[in-house]
């Protein structure tokens, strides 16, 4: 079997969720090991990237959410949130943090046609 260079991490669990806290520090990890990761937020996990969103947000004992959310961006990390689950919300680009692409699952699909690893949270 070849061995992936990338990985895509989907995500379904919004920020008070401890699953989205976790998808985050092994998406990190990812990047740590060489991968190149990418995260598509789904359903309520879109909140995780609404402006505000994640000032108070801490799984113990993991690092604050926004922290490593901000570290994922920070290392080259590709974050997409899904383009109905952003309307659903009434949410629009302005709503979003920075260094967010709403885009549909064709981006994730993409990846994963190219042989990209997955993981689902």
Known sequence: MDKAEELVVLMTHGPEDERASV????????????????VFLTASAVDIVRRGALETVQMHPMDPLKALVRDFIERGG????????????????????????????????????????????
Not at 78 to 105: E, F, H, M
């Open 78 to 121: 590709v974050l997409w949130a899904c383009t109905p689950c952003v309307k659903a919300r009434g949410y629009s680009q302005d709503d979003l943090i920075d260094d967010v692409a709403i885009s549909g699952a064709s981006v994730m699909h993409e990846r994963i046609r190219a042989g990209a690893a997955t993981l689902s949270f």
């Open 23 to 38: 998808g985050f520090t092994i998406a990190n990890g990812g990047i740590t090991s060489g991968l190149k990761v990418s």
